[in-house]
């Protein structure tokens, strides 16, 4: 609050910066007092200075997001604060924690991941050239360099046709890739001349196979190749560095028949699902695969099969050897033998279990903290799927007039008027059958001392990650006062009404910035016209005002209009028959738009 007391934490701060207080019942008033903020300070790492920042925060109440910082427990956290404040009054501070540890995890094994591909690139004995769609150089390994005399810095960006390949072998080589990436087959055994820097030329075997980015779309070349001339020696040597690299690499390797037989497998694969090698000769890929995700993955190879697509990746879950459930990423390809038959398999799969977890939690954290806390002028509750309540705000408790606990033992059907209820009931059916996100009512609530409040509701379902409901949202805006100013407007609308019926005289309203008219009272009766022919333009009513006495009306009303006084005139009107009869028209100008009436 605004002074500095802790009034409301959530069961993940806790968790985040591992608070305890044995001596507390109550966490949410009490289990912080002794650590916010004066003993905040010795849990960052590397002595952050956090009662100078505290300070500079509060002192300007400025909006925080996301500032990063460490912990002693070795955790990264994400840091924001919002000042809080109702009726333009400062009434206190919002910090909100994130743990991003998982996320900086897999940041470092992402980097990690890339440095090793860089390194795999370049130290490979193969030549490996990747191009753009248009043909530039993006990149270019030790080998290459070996091969053509010319260092990497030197060929970056530059175009690899006109650089390296001769007149002859150009227009083959870009049909070739054109197609690889318009199709996006591999292109095995393409032979060509290969320009070197001292101008010889150099006879090589390639490879090309599409660079495709997050989409599977293909936006350029991989060219990996060697001299025809290579010895057997360096093929097995390169062999033996890729066996090392399959070996030890940091995701799971498979090789699988194209029955689902277990071909090849490297370590880590056999650790992620807690297994032996000698072990997988008793099972298949089907085996490993949940029961309620292998008709999805079967679906996937199929697709690999009749060409659909090249490669293709799911998150799925696997059993592991003692039955545990681990969350991984899957990406397999198809290799063939002369494009016409399939070989086998090859599958990469990525432990994601720990992230999965950590992702669906703060996604149910958010979720629910953001409908909570966003709106906090207005009444907010959680329900259950039956309708109880088990969490409330302040606001809510004020308007319908019972405390946290005595909500907590009801519904909100105990608390909804009678006639609403089955309405009520309809929506939130629809809500449970995916038929709505949401829905919005106005509705009278029954408060504890026996009156009637008026509300506006916003509900929502929340869903898990697997879209099945977990609890309702409720946002409750008291709406009495407006209801009652209705109320006294709709009887001031039919006094109104009553007083222009007993007059029998003609009334209306001219809209002078929009040049229209609003009739009321009894000019059906006295000019003959029905609210149709009437009409609402103010052409269509000067056009029947009798044309000698037009200029001394539009006079007259510019005068009042100058004055912002009471105008009286007498002038002739055209009844619906054709024939004039005489109007005596008196009005008062109002309203004002920028110093003039309206």
């Avoid at 004020?398 to 059907?413: A, C, D, M, N, P």
Wanted: glycine share 6%.
């Amino acid at each position: 609050d605004e002074k500095g007391e802790v009034i409301l934490a959530n069961q993940a701060l806790e968790n985040i910066f591992n608070v305890t207080n044995e001596d507390s019942q109550d966490f949410e008033k009490s289990k912080l007092v002794y650590f916010f903020p004066s003993n905040y300070e010795s849990i960052f790492a590397n002595n952050y200075p956090f009662q100078e920042r505290y300070q500079e925060i509060i002192t300007n109440r400025q909006v925080v997001m996301d500032e990063e910082y460490t912990l002693n427990n070795g955790k990264t956290i994400e840091q924001s604060y919002v000042p809080i404040f109702v009726n333009n009054q400062y009434a206190g501070n919002l910090w909100m924690y994130r743990d991003i540890t998982p996320t900086k995890k897999v940041e470092i094994a992402l980097r990690e991941s890339e440095t090793k591909f860089r390194t795999f690139i370049q130290t490979a004995g193969t030549v490996i050239i990747v191009l753009s769609s248009d043909y530039r150089i993006l990149e270019w390994n030790e080998s290459a360099e070996r091969i053509s005399g010319y260092d990497r810095q030197e060929v970056l960006g530059e175009n690899y046709l006109l650089l390296f390949l001769s007149p002859q072998d150009r227009k083959v080589t870009v049909e070739l890739i054109d197609e690889l990436i318009n199709h996006g087959e591999e292109i095995k055994h393409y032979e060509s001349n290969f320009l070197a820097k001292d101008g010889s030329q150099k006879l090589m075997l390639w490879n090309l196979n599409a660079l495709q980015n997050g989409n599977n779309n293909a936006v350029g070349v991989i060219i990996c190749g060697h001299e025809i001339t290579v010895t057997e020696k360096a093929l097995k040597e390169s062999e033996e560095r890729f066996r090392g690299i399959f070996d030890q690499a940091a995701v799971g390797i498979i090789q699988i028949s194209i029955s689902g037989q277990f071909i090849v497998v490297n370590d880590k694969f056999l650790q992620i699902i807690q297994t032996k090698k000698d072990k997988l000769t008793k099972r298949n890929f089907q085996d490993i695969i949940h029961p309620d995700d292998v008709s999805e993955a079967l679906t996937y190879l199929s697709h690999l099969l009749t060409k659909i697509h090249s490669n293709i990746s799911i998150e799925t879950r696997v059993i592991c050897e003692d039955n545990t459930i681990r969350w991984v990423n899957l990406t397999m390809s198809l290799v063939w033998e002369s494009t016409k038959f399939p070989k086998y398999f090859i599958g990469i799969i990525q432990d994601i279990n720990d992230r999965f977890i950590a992702e669906e939690a703060l996604w149910d954290s958010e979720e629910r903290f953001r409908a909570i806390f966003e709106q906090a002028a207005v009444g907010m509750s959680i329900c259950n799927l039956d309708g109880g309540f088990f969490r409330v705000n302040q606001k809510f408790c004020e308007i319908v007039g019972y405390s946290h606990f005595e909500l907590l033992q009801r519904t909100f059907y105990d608390i909804t008027a009678v006639k609403y209820r089955d309405e009520n009931q309809k929506y939130i059916s629809q809500l449970l059958a995916g038929e709505r996100d949401n829905y919005s009512m106005e509705k009278c609530y029954v408060c504890k001392d026996g009156t009637v409040c008026w509300v506006n509701v916003l509900v929502s379902l929340m869903r898990d990650h697997t879209r099945q409901p977990k609890y309702f949202i409720y946002v409750v805006e008291n709406i009495s006062d407006r209801k009652e100013a209705e109320r006294l407007q709709g009887e001031l609308m039919r006094r109104n009404n009553s007083i222009v019926e007993a007059l029998g005289e003609i009334v209306y309203d001219r809209l002078i910035p929009q040049k229209k008219m609003h009739w009321e009272g009894h000019y059906e009766k006295v000019l003959g016209y029905s609210k149709a022919e009437i009409g609402t333009d103010e052409a269509s009513w000067l056009e029947r005002v009798y044309p000698d006495d037009l200029p001394s009306v539009i006079a007259e009303f510019k005068r009042a209009f100058g004055e912002n006084k009471i105008y009286h005139l007498e002038y002739r009107y055209r009844h619906q028959d054709g024939s004039y009869r005489w109007i005596y028209d008196r009005g008062v100008m109002h309203g004002q738009y920028q110093g003039d009436p309206t």
